[in-house]
Nanobody, 124 residues
Framework: HVQLVESGGGSVQPGGSLRLSCEAS?????????AGWFRQAPGKEREGVAA????????YYADSVKGRFTISQDGAKTTMYLQMNSLEPEDTAMYYC?????????????????WGQGTQVTVS
């Protein structure tokens, strides 16, 4: 049974920083596992923010967050982080972590199987 649990959301002023964490359990760390961060603002579709292949470590970012957000994972590859710097009001959203043991397009939310419950980020 796969579980993903996010933490680290909160409220911050523009220009501030937050670090989100996602603890994963229940899936095998086989090759091709892809894990990512997605967000959904009220009235908008869910969008990919950043993703990482747990084997090989290739990283992917949405253009809107390049240079501001950094995705990483711990050595055991059971915890994933999203360091968010220079936050803007437009970054306000519910942030979700997701994982898939196949080969999803990294920033395509419809191609991920496992999801966390989300953590709110508010920038104002």
């Amino acid at each position: 049974h796969v579980q993903l649990v996010e933490s680290g959301g909160g409220s911050v002023q523009p220009g501030g920083s937050l670090r989100l964490s996602c603890e994963a359990s229940g899936y095998r760390h086989s090759s091709g596992v892809c894990a990512g961060w997605f967000r959904q603002a009220p009235g908008k579709e869910r969008e990919g923010v950043a993703a990482v292949r747990t084997t090989g470590g290739a990283k992917y970012y949405a253009d809107s967050v390049k240079g501001r957000f950094t995705i990483s994972q711990d050595g055991a590859k059971t915890t994933m982080y999203l360091q968010m710097n220079s936050l803007e009001p437009e970054d306000t959203a519910m942030y979700y972590c997701a994982a898939d043991s196949g080969y999803p397009r990294p920033l395509a939310p419809d191609e991920y199987e496992y999801w966390g419950q989300g953590t709110q980020v508010t920038v104002s």
